[in-house]
C-alpha cells in the first residue's frame, strides 16, 4: 500500500554480467513440502516488476513476535518502515538458457526467512547461479505458509498475499511462526532437532531442483506465471554449493555432513551451538566461514576451529567493522544512526562490508567448484588480504582451551 514512506534506501541490484529473475516455488502443499525462492540469471526486460521484499504482511506479525514486540503496533512500524521494498530482481522473467549454471542452496538464519538475503542471492545470480533460498518450516523461521485441505466448505478466508494464491480453491493457507523456547527449556536439543530438519529441507529442495533440470514436470502449489521447463538441462549439477547465515551457517555444516552432492559449504556468521560435534569428522568438504566483527565467542570460535583439517580446505575470514546483521539485507535499509542503534548496521559501510563478502565466496566457489571464470581475481581475499579484512578471527584464543 502506498501508504508506506518511500524508503529511500534500497537493496543493492546484482554487479554481475547477468540480470537477475526471482520467482517463489512451493513443492508439496503440507508443511513438509518445500518452499523457495529461486534467483536465476534472466533475460533483460524494459520494464522488470520487482517483487515485494516481505510478500505477506502476515511475516511483520512473525517478526514482531520473534523480536517479543507487541503485534498491532511493530506490525504497522515494519510495514511503514519496509512495506514498500522491493526485491532488486524481475519478478517471473524469463529465464536465460546459456549454457549449465552452478547451483547454491541458501539457508536463513532464526528468526528470518527466505527473502531477506536477497543482496547476497541476487549478486551470486548475476554472477551466474542459480540460487535457491529455501524458507524452514522447523519453527525457526519468523513466519512461514503452507496449505491444508479444507474439509468444510464454506467462506474462505482470503489468501494473505497474492503471491500465495493456490493453484487449487480446496487449499486453505497455514501459517506457521518462531517457536520461542519455553522458559527452562534446555536449548540444545530442540536446536539440534532444528538444524537436522534444516538440512533435510535443503536437501529435498536440491532434488526439487534436479527434477526440474532433468524436466520432469514439477507442479508449484502457488500460482506463479513462470515456466519451470524453461530450466530443462541448465543446471551444472556437478558445481552444487550450500550457503547460509548464522542458524544457516550450522546448516551448512549439516548439510555437508549428510549429502557429497554439495561439494562446497560458505557459512557466513555461523552459530555452531546446534551442531552435534560428532559429525565433525565427517565433513570432508571444502568450508569457508565468513565471520562479522561483533558475532564471536570464545566458545562459537573454538568448535569452528574443530573443523580446521591438514587435508580439507578450510578457511576464515573476519570483515572488519562488520555486526551479525551486516549480512541479512537489512543493512541497507534503514539510516546510519537508527541502524547502529538497532545493530542492523556496523561502522563500515554495509556495500563495501557485503561486497568484500561476496567476492571473497565467488573466489572460493570457482577454486572448490573447479569453474573456469574470473572470480579468482578474488583470491587474495580469501586469505584476508584487504583493509578490511582479518585473516581467521579477531579474538584470541587462551592455549589452555584448545
Ligand atoms: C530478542 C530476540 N532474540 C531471539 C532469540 C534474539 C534476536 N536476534 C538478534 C536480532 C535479529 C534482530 C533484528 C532483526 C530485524 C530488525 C528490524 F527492525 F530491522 F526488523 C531488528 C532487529 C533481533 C537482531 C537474533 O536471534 C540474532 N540471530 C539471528 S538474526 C537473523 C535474522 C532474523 C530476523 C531478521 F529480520 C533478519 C535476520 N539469526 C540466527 O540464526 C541466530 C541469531 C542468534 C543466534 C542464532
Known sequence: NSSGHN????????????????????????????????????????????????????????????????????????????????????????????????VIIFSHGLGAFRTLYSAICVELASRGFIVASVEHRDESSSATFYFREDTEPGIKKHPSCDIAKPVSDNLEEVWMYYRPLKSGENEFPLRNKQVKQRADECIRALDILFDINSGKSVENVLQCDFDLSTMENSMDLCRIAIMGHSFGGATVIECLCKDVKFKCGVALDTWMF?????????????????????????????????????????????????????????????????????????????????DL??????????????????????????????????????????????
Not at 52 to 64: H, Q, T
Not at 303 to 318: E, G
Not at 330 to 346: A, E, P, Q, Y
Open 274 to 354: 546446534p551442531l552435534d560435534e560428532e559429525i565433525f569428522p565427517g565433513v570432508k568438504q571444502p568450508i569457508f566461514f565468513i565471520n562479522s566483527e561483533k558475532f564471536q565467542w570464545i566458545g562459537n570460535i573454538i568448535r569452528m576451529k574443530k573443523l580446521d583439517s591438514a587435508i580439507f580446505p578450510r578457511k576464515m575470514i573476519t570483515i572488519k567493522g562488520t555486526v551479525h546483521q551486516s549480512f541479512p539485507d537489512f543493512t541497507f535499509l534503514t539510516g546510519n544512526w537508527i541502524g547502529r542503534l538497532m545493530k542492523l548496521k556496523g561502522d563500515i559501510d554495509p556495500h563495501i562490508a557485503l
Open 7 to 102: 524508503n529511500t534506501m534500497s537493496i543493492p541490484p546484482g554487479k554481475g554480467p547477468h540480470q537477475v529473475g526471482c520467482t517463489d516455488l512451493m513443492v508439496g502443499h503440507t508443511v513438509h513440502g518445500t518452499f523457495l525462492r529461486l534467483y536465476y540469471p534472466c533475460q533483460a526486460s524494459e520494464h522488470p516488476q520487482l517483487p515485494d521484499w516481505v510478500p505477506c504482511r502476515e511475516y511483520f506479525n512473525g517478526l514482531a513476535d520473534f523480536m517479543k514486540m507487541n503485534r498491532a503496533l511493530s506490525e504497522r512500524i515494519f510495514n511503514y518502515l519496509f512495506g514498500n521494498c522491493k526485491t532488486p530482481a524481475a519478478w517471473n522473467a524469463s529465464f536465460k538458457q546459456d549454457g549449465k549454471y552452478p
Open 357 to 402: 563478502s561476496n567476492k571473497a565466496t565467488l573466489a572460493f566457489l570457482q577454486r572448490h567448484l573447479n569453474m573456469d571464470r574470473d572470480f579468482n581475481q578474488w583470491d587474495p581475499l580469501i586469505d584476508g588480504k584487504d583493509d578490511n579484512l582479518i585473516p581467521g578471527t579477531n579474538i584470541t584464543i587462551p592455549q589452555s582451551s584448545i
